[in-house]
């Protein structure tokens, strides 16, 4: 039997970290900018 914390490792990896570490989907809202060569958050 799969435990609870097995699944939701399984579902982050599959969905939130697949979508942040995939280059061709970019994110809705970017979190970092630059500005003057600075990285702010937006």
Same mark, same amino acid.
């Given at each position: #039997?799969?435990?609870?914390? @097995? ?6 990896? =599959? ?6 570490? =995939?280059? +061709? @989907? %970019? +994110? %809705?809202? %970017?979190?970092? =900018?630059? #500005? +003057?060569?600075?990285? =702010? @958050?937006?």
């Amino acid at each position: #039997m799969i435990n609870k914390s @097995t699944i939701w490792q399984y579902w982050i990896a =599959e969905t939130v970290l697949h979508n942040i570490r =995939e280059s +061709d @989907t %970019p +994110d %809705p809202v %970017p979190f970092f =900018e630059t #500005m +003057d060569g600075k990285l =702010e @958050t937006s």
